[in-house]
Every structure is written in C-alpha cells, then in structure tokens.
C-alpha cells in the first residue's frame, strides 16, 4: 500500500530572497536601524541578558559613520524605546540626546567598530549564563 503522492518542488525561478531593505533616503535608513536596534535592546530584556548597567547594543549611524547609536547609560534595556537611544561618536561623546553614555563600555564598541568599518552594529551583554559560566574559572 502506497501513501500519498508528495508535493512537487516549486520552480526556482518562482522562490524569491529576503534581501536586506531598501531605504529611499537616509533618515529612513536611519530610522530604521534606530527601530531595530530599541527592539534587539527590548529582546535582550527580555531574555535577561542585562546585568545592572553593564551591557549595550550599538549601531553606526548611516549618514555619520564615525558616531553610533546606543542604549541610555543606566536605563533597562527593555523599556528602551526609539527616542531614547543616544548617537555618540566615535570617542563616546554625545551628540544626539538627552541621557549619558556608559563610557567604559562604550570604548569597547568603538574599538570594534573602528577595527570593522563594515560592521554595522556590535552587542555586549552579561547573561546569567555566561556570569554563571564565568565564575567557573574555567578556560572554554
């Protein structure tokens, strides 16, 4: 006894890529990158991967390539919404914004982004895994 016939495969030419989008301008690149960026911060809340004021999220500003947008010092990551995020250039100065910068941390970011220049954004978190994992004294 023979089950069912299986589903032909659909032609190449009909599957289509998710390819990054497109954006008409650069306020709309950047208003993009600063909405994801509040979400990937939203997420990380969520998950707890934020220890305190230690951790952050960056992204490079689209139009100013030397300056990055970034959580507010202090503020948890999941309440963080898209007005609240800083642009900080590449010394940790702010630039757009009303709150500080978690400058220790913030030279971190620099030094990748500066090292990467095609890197758009770079993550640092303290999970409870990884504290966990940490405090084992153990090399991986």
């Not at 008409?24 to 220890?51: N, Q, T």
């Not at 230690?54 to 030397?66: K, L, Q």
């Not at 800083?86 to 982004?113: E, I, K, P, S």
């Amino acid at each position: 006894m023979h089950g069912p016939t299986p589903p032909l495969p659909l032609p190449t030419d009909q599957l289509r890529f998710a390819m990054p989008p497109m954006h008409e301008s650069v306020e709309d690149e950047r208003r993009h990158r600063k909405e994801r960026l509040a979400g990937a911060l939203r997420v990380f809340g969520r998950y707890g991967f934020e220890d305190g004021v230690s951790g952050h999220i960056t992204a490079r500003d689209p139009e100013y390539s030397d300056c990055f947008w970034v959580n507010p010092f202090g503020m948890p990551f999941k309440h963080v919404t898209v007005s609240d995020l800083v642009l900080a250039n590449a010394d940790g100065q702010v630039v757009d914004g009303r709150y500080h910068v978690n400058q220790a941390a913030f030279t971190v970011h620099a030094q990748v982004h500066a090292a990467r220049p095609d890197a758009v954004a770079v993550a640092h978190c303290h999970s409870v895994h990884g504290r966990a994992l940490a405090a084992l004294g153990e090399l991986l």
